[in-house]
């Protein structure tokens, strides 16, 4: 690649090519680096800001222990090296602005930037707040054609009318468990078209009951390939492995649906319309679910295994001491119980206290006739 600056003039060869060899490492667009590098020293070494900023990326000494854990492994800020540190770290900065603010596609390395440029947890990070150091790299980046082409590649890879690839799949997002390792290449064919139309339904459904309803799948919910699924603690039957399941929460007026609820809802939803596959739900306090496309009904609460959860409370099924599911995080609310998902004996006691004052059997067992005194709090 040849890089002008502003002016014309050709940034140093050698500079570009160890700068494309660190993007190409840490899956970051090659753009963001030679720009932050123009912008901050226009390719020379040995400056030194009136702040105290040095080498071509213009780090800053006092907060060099943040920057090596960041990118997860110390090197030099003043010299050539530190271009590899600031790909790693603005690897380590999308993914954050993914996990916290939900930034997505180009976002994400907006965010990266002025992370880099203002911190982590400034107003103009948060914000995306373009003026200065934003505007001037990207402008750097037009006039050399790059990064936003390489980008939309990929977030253009269309696999239906609202789901690309890149939501199923951003190296960006495994940058911290990669440790400087290159990340696997994905293509649309890896991810089963199943999970893809199951998406597009539950959306289609979603919409119906939450107006407005958008579906946002986690950063690392969607297509997991080896070694990536280990890596970040998957089972190791895992249908993200396969590229057939995805973890995500339904927003909807600017909030995250409460997941106990998505869960019910999605297992009946299925069950009405004859899609078998997999719901599963891991904490209480999660504001996200797990669907799957396998071709057979498999629930799960709490672990990988479906040991002990008779069902998410979408379909008829028994609760009773020692069973999980999302439907025991519905009814513990009802009881004035902190959630969690898990029927023990609190849980029980607290229910034969209601049912008693019902008129019900106290037996502490919630079944049909329990559900029907309720209100009919599970779809059954």
Known sequence: MIWKQKGGAQAPPDAVALTERAAQEFSVPAGILLGTIECESNFRLGLVSSAGAVGPCQFKRKFAADYYRYAGFAFDLEGWESVRGMAAIYAYYAQLGAKRHGFAGVDRWRYALAAHRWGQNSAQAKTLSRAGRITDVEEAMRRNGVWYEEEAKMADTKLSEHFALSEFYDPANYADV??????PTVKAADIDPRIVQLLELIREQARKKWPGAVITIRPHGGYRPDPLNALVGGAAGSQHRKGNAADFSIVAGGKKVNAAHVAVWAERWMADAGVKGGVGMYHAGDNYIHVDARGKNVHWYASYSSNGCP???????????????AGVCLIQRVLGLT???????????????WQSAHGLQADGVYGAATNRAMGGLLPW
């Open 178 to 183: 990669l440790k400087g390792r290159a990340a």
């Open 339 to 353: 959630p969690d998902g898990k029927f023990g004996k609190q849980t029980a006691a607290a229910l034969k206290k």
């Open 311 to 325: 069902g998410q409370g979408g379909v008829p099924c028994v609760y009773r001491t020692g069973t999980k599911g």
